[in-house]
């Protein structure tokens, strides 16, 4: 009676140290796998960010400053005609690929997740974004489309931009209605989306 | 200073108050908060008496009548109160920024300032393209989305990017309130951290991220726009905060007072002048129609005891 005792608790102790073995290897691998989202993120970054500066350097050059308004949306329009054609084929998710994709929204969702999260997503979906219904002008969520000058930007809450992928300057996340866009800031452009990512 | 420009100088502090009827008003002086001390060589440093006359235009862009109403009154204002520069508190361009919205959404209204040599100093809105904005050289951005500058020894101002404040713009910012030493700091940016307004409100998340920087690196004054009134809300943690965005859109009743309220004004367009003498910041809230609607002053006491540390 004792043995068999005995044998039952050495089988639910071997039974919990396999459990625990298994859940720390699938954390682990999970932890891999975001490393391996963001590591491809960068590439795809990268790989975007040689395309833009090829066409910035293909249009010609304006001061950092001019008082010339005209020049300033003439040159950010060049700059958009150049990257269309050196993209000419650009797809939705070359760049938020689904792995990319998964880790984005995985990060977005969780920004807005609970009580805690409601100011974030009133953030996202309020006067700021072009779809509010406050903003007369509609934004052709496309790749390689204009982001109109005459919408609103939304404003991103800082709780979601600090747990996102950071970004070079020239580009930026926002969204218009429950996409999520990659904006070129320079050529004010959409690199790519996620549909309802919020 | 010559004696005679210093004459001049007290006759127009003088007839400023007279005309003005600035009172000091003990609600507005921020409470005094224990703060960090400033780093020890910036407290060492002698101390200077800055001396600053400035503007505040918030939500401007509209191109429309108020605008135009609201920058001949400024201009007006200026033959009184000389103030040296204009700072912008976002939404500079409501639907387009064409040259010519810059055009009779910016040059022409604010044309008899601009001829004269007046400096504006814009920050970013959610309704601005930002990098239209930030290279258009009359808004001084340097071609930043967030800059500093320092109009005098003593005062610094901070323009920030609401819209987007990442990473990089908080660390920024910090950095540089750290270096600004027992300088007044002065911060302006789109999105209000407090406010009553009944459609937006405070911003919270920003609050979240923003404040404690501020607080903790003394800063002594904040100015936003966004809610189209203008409200001054009480002090909050040795910070005085303004909200003005109705410099040319109005929300008539847009403000559902609150215990936060020190003074509302949401019936009217309205401009602000200030002025940082020394230790102590006057201000006035004009309407369209140039009645003063709100003023006082204010002194940061607590940053005395902190250089004093």
Sequence with gaps: MRIHRLGKATASIVMSMILFVV????????????????????????????????????????????????????????????????RPNALVGEVFTPAVRQMILATVKQAVAGKEGESAKATVLGEGNPKSGESETPVNVKVNATYPSTAPLSTVPPSMLMSLPMLPKELEYRFVGRNLILRDTTANLIVDFIPNAI | MK??????????????????????????????????AAPVAAAQQPVKQPEVKFAILGDTGTGGREQYEIGQKLTATRGTFPFEFVILLGDNMYGGESAKDFQNKFEKPYEALLSTGIKFYASLGNHDVPERQIAYKPFNMGGQRYYTFKPKDGVRFFALDSNYMDQKQLQ????????????????????????????????????????????????????AGHEHFYERVKPQNGIQYFILGSSAKLRKGGIEKTELTAKGFDTDNAFMVAEISGDAMSFQTISRKGTVVDSGNFRRVERKAATND
């Excluded at chain 2, 030493?181 to 979240?208: A, T």
């Design chain 2, 3 to 36: 004696p005679a420009s210093k004459s001049l100088r007290l006759t127009f502090v003088l007839l400023f108050s007279l005309l003005f009827q600035i009172q000091a008003q003990p609600q507005t002086r921020p409470a005094v908060e224990p703060r960090s």
């Design chain 2, 172 to 223: 920024w910012l910090e950095n540089e309130l750290k270096g600004s030493g027992s300088e007044w700091k002065v911060l302006f940016f789109h999105h209000p951290l407090y406010s009553s307004g009944e459609k937006h409100g405070p911003s919270l998340e920003l609050r979240k991220v923003l404040e404690p920087l501020l607080t903790k690196n003394g800063v002594d004054v904040v100015f």
């Design chain 1, 23 to 86: 859940c720390a290897c699938a954390e682990s691998s999970q932890a891999g796998s975001a490393q391996e989202q963001s590591k491809e993120f960068q590439g795809h970054i990268d790989k975007y960010m040689e395309i833009h500066k090829k066409a910035v350097a293909s249009v010609p050059a304006i001061p950092k400053e001019t008082t010339d308004a005209a020049l300033i949306a003439k040159h950010q329009q060049q700059i958009a005609d150049a990257i269309r054609a050196l």
